[in-house]
């Protein structure tokens, strides 16, 4: 018989017996013979090893390899990087769903350019399912205009081509002077032919020779077509969104903060404007989940101005539903809000957003949000505008009591050097996106002029002074289609270490002064967003007992010169231990 007083000596040998036991289990995937930056301070290795979801071993070849077993899938690196999988903490992951079937077509014209660009669009989609697009021939529109010179001919689809390539699709799209054009597959589902008259308020273009449609509708008659278009479906949202999962996973991406709600809540609001337009339902997320299809991990912004509404909802701060996470409540100020106008326009100075109501109900929401233990992360872009926010920020802080904060500014394009500082005291967490500020090279010093201008876009002042960057590409783009945003985290590397657009341009760097260093970079693509949404014990890095969120890629980026870092090729990404992509 045992004594009694053995038994916790016992149990303690067994428990350690246990351990060794699982420690000597074989791993299920095993990466070696590379350069492993860990980003967590401990020397680079060689090798890692994974068992179900987590990494049980960093360090030399020899030693992780001692781990291998009959089932183990083992990666030769051949000198390849590996890092934490990157984190893109701002994305609008339905717009990029939407943009699979909604095409920003401002910059095409030419008839050729824009049959190529339908037939890259219906590539993976099921037959039958429509593309719509809008603003064809806007651009060369536009530059004519600012030129005071005479408006360029509108495009005129070739018919024929079009249908060639979209047999199976009905395609709608809209001109930049607002005729529309359908082709054939569209145009039966209309149940429209040559002998079809013309609506009332509109007219159909018809071959002089023949009176054979040529899709070219105009006034009414293109409305009527656009009122056809069958609203969008969770079925079809699936559909974009497994593309898109391809789309992060092709980059390295294995986590997104996106921009959501709940449209639980959503149904039951009376909205002033638009103002979850760039909001991801998380019902999408949740049926992929139950699919078992979703192959990023999800941190889900909620919406600011409801934030009573999330918490009787039941929506909990740091919650888990399996890869979705909630903590974090999105809200907007301003677009481009100035304390004194533009040196470029002496009578603006910006104005609120209008997703904006009044400074007292955001400074209400900010404060009941963090009261209930939400962290506000709000889209600021002006002087005023940072002014403002953090005003409202310190006074949320003073009235709440003591917790652990991870607020964040969206964007911080002009703050003041005083709100630089003051943001760095308070702490606080910034989200940069290098396509913003390379879009705005040429307009930013003649727009704000040169005192301004030095706090635009100020990524090294903002990081000296205390705050913690996320470099995010808001992925896709602008609401319109009209400025889409790079994904690709090594394409954001590069302009965030050099200050210049994916053309190089400007030579050297425009305030090259603020350019990140490449392990800052990485930082803000892993370690920072990680601590965003408080899962910085979980993975960001790669370390032991934390999630095996790995991507791998073709070369060293750290050793490479800036100009090679958006050629590397991303070789593996990997979700809690499985490979999700795979060049």
Known sequence: ????????????????????????APADLILHGGRVHTMDLAPDAAAVAVRGDRIIKVGADDDV???????????????????????????????????????????????????????????????????????????????AEARKAPLPAPLTP??????????????????????????????RRARWGPATPDPRGGRMGRDPATGALTGMLYGRAGERIAELVPPS???????????????????GITSIHDVARLDAVTQGQHFHTHVERSSTSVDIFRELQRRGELTARVYAFLTLPLWKQVVEAGIRPRSDEGLIR?????????????????????????????RFTTAEDMERAVA???????????????????RLLLDWYESAIARNPVRDRRFRIIHAWYPSAADIARAGRMKLIADITPQHMTRGIRS??????????????AWRQLRSAGVRLNIVSDWPGSFNEQEPTPLAPLENIFMAVT?????????????????????????????????????????????????????????????ARPEEIRQAQVDYTILGGRIVHQR
């Open 233 to 251: 479906t969770m079925a079809q949202k699936l559909v974009g969104a497994r593309a898109a999962l391809a789309d992060l996973a092709a980059v």
């Open 326 to 354: 909630f903590g974090a409540l999105k809200g907007f100020i301003d677009g481009f809000l100035m304390e004194q106008p533009y040196d470029d326009d002496p009578d603006f100075a910006g104005e609120f957003t209008f």
């Open 499 to 559: 200050r210049q657009g994916l053309d190089g341009l400007p030579a050297g760097g425009w305030h090259a002064e603020e350019r990140l260093t490449v392990e800052e970079a990485l930082e803000a693509y892993t370690v920072n967003p990680a601590f965003s949404s408080y899962e910085e014990d979980r993975k960001g890095t790669i370390t032991e007992g934390k999630l095996a969120d790995i991507v791998v890629l073709s070369r060293d980026i750290l050793s």
């Open 158 to 187: 070739d018919l024929d081509a079009i249908d060639a390539v979209t047999p199976d699709h009905p395609v709608l799209i809209r001109r930049h002077d607002l005729a529309y054009f359908a082709n054939s597959a569209a145009l």
């Open 368 to 386: 009941g949000a963090d009261r209930n233990g939400f962290d506000p992360v709000v889209h600021t872009i002006g002087d005023r505008a940072h």
């Open 65 to 143: 390899l001692k781990l291998r077993g009959p089932a183990t899938t083992v990666v030769p690196l051949a000198g390849r990087l590996v890092l934490p999988g990157f984190i893109d903490a701002h994305t609008h992951f339905e717009n990029a769903i939407d943009w699979r079937f909604r095409l920003g077509l401002h910059g095409i014209s030419d008839p050729a350019t824009l049959t190529a660009r339908l037939a890259a669009a219906v590539r993976g989609l099921p037959a039958g399912m429509w593309i719509v697009g809008g603003d064809v021939g806007a651009s060369a529109a536009w530059e």
């Open 444 to 457: 930013v010093d003649r727009s704000l002029g040169p005192e301004r201008a030095r706090t635009a876009h």
């Open 1 to 24: 018989m045992i004594p009694v007083g053995a038994l916790p000596r016992l149990a303690l040998a067994v428990l350690a017996c246990a351990a060794v036991a699982s420690a000597e």
